[in-house]
């Protein structure tokens, strides 16, 4: 029996499709907890892989996991088919990396956040009750170089319970109200190189309303201290970042559009306009999943 499984596995080895040094750097961008809950899957395939080949001489063994609490009606995990496609972005990709998430807290901007606590807003631990995650990667050519794999958007959807979904939405608009500037210390790029400088954040909601029953598209961008010498900025301003987030029932996605997908960045070609079609098709790919539905 001990061979049989070693010989299977070996076999199921021979398979796998090892991710590419691109691929790698993309999932590290990812929020670490994405580490932990991959871990946690692969750990699970494996577990089953065991059960089966044990359990071959007679009826197959499942493996055994925790059950989860669910409503009584309504829909409770979050289906793939809630989340955007590639054909659902105005940049091409050909893959798809993804994992599931239980009690997962709603990321929005991490910095924004910590500007928040220190402005005397309670901390947003909004948790949810299922989450599903997914990066989107494409080959981009940017200034004539070579097609290299790059993400082209993140997304995350987060099922609320239904009391919390409205009001994670009014205590976002708090935290931008409150924060419309922040000062921090950072590394920033310089033509030298990694310098360190203060750098002033700045969040406002450019467009709201736009999908689902509640949408907002928030901008952060930044500014790098002056050089009282010479008047010019220590670094190199980062460019502005958008988020878009929308509600449906009680589903919220963040949407985090990459490079390829950030007016103004080289070799992007979209526009705010396309950003918000972007967040109005995920508002409808959530209605499959919504509580209730569209």
């Given at each position: 029996m001990r061979d049989e499984f070693v010989e299977l596995v070996q076999r199921e080895l021979r398979d796998v499709r090892w991710a590419e040094p691109t691929e790698i750097r993309a999932l590290a961008r990812r929020r670490s907890r994405r580490t932990?809950?991959?871990?946690?899957?692969?750990?699970?395939?494996?577990?089953?892989?065991?059960?089966?080949?044990?359990?071959?001489?007679?009826?197959?063994?499942?493996?055994?996991?925790?059950?989860?609490?669910?409503?009584?009606?309504?829909?409770?995990?979050?289906?793939?088919?809630?989340?955007?496609?590639?054909?659902?972005?105005?940049?091409?990709?050909?893959?798809?990396?993804?994992?599931?998430?239980?009690?997962?807290?709603?990321?929005?901007?991490?910095?924004?956040?910590?500007?928040?606590?220190?402005?005397?807003?309670?901390?947003?631990?909004?948790?949810?009750?299922?989450?599903?995650?997914?990066?989107?990667?494409?080959?981009?050519?940017?200034?004539?170089?070579?097609?290299?794999?790059r993400p082209i958007i993140s997304q995350d959807v987060y099922r609320l319970e239904a009391k919390a979904a409205g009001p994670f939405f009014a205590d976002l608009d708090r935290l931008v109200a409150a924060c419309p500037a922040w000062q921090a210390v950072s590394q920033v790029q310089s033509e030298e190189g990694m310098t360190t400088a203060t750098v002033v954040h700045h969040w406002t909601v450019a467009a709201s309303g736009f999908a689902g029953d509640q949408a907002i598209l928030l901008r952060h961008s930044m500014s790098v201290q002056v050089d009282p010498a010479t008047g010019e900025p220590v670094g190199i301003p980062p460019r502005p970042e958008d988020r878009l987030v929308v509600r449906v029932g009680d589903l919220v996605t963040v949407l985090v559009p990459e490079e390829p997908l950030q007016p103004g960045v080289p070799g992007s070609r979209v526009n705010e306009a396309q950003l918000l079609d972007v967040a109005r098709t995920a508002a409808r790919r959530m209605c499959v999943a919504a509580n209730p539905g569209c």
């Open positions: 932990a809950v991959a871990a946690a899957a692969a750990l699970l395939v494996v577990a089953s892989v065991s059960a089966i080949v044990v359990g071959r001489a007679g009826t197959p063994v499942p493996p055994q996991v925790a059950a989860v609490p669910e409503p009584a009606t309504g829909r409770a995990e979050i289906p793939v088919e809630a989340m955007l496609t590639p054909d659902d972005v105005p940049a091409k990709s050909d893959e798809r990396l993804g994992d599931t998430g239980l009690g997962e807290r709603i990321r929005v901007d991490d910095i924004l956040r910590a500007c928040g606590q220190e402005r005397g807003l309670p901390a947003d631990d909004t948790a949810s009750r299922y989450s599903r995650s997914q990066t989107l990667i494409g080959a981009i050519s940017v200034d004539g170089f070579a097609p290299d794999k």
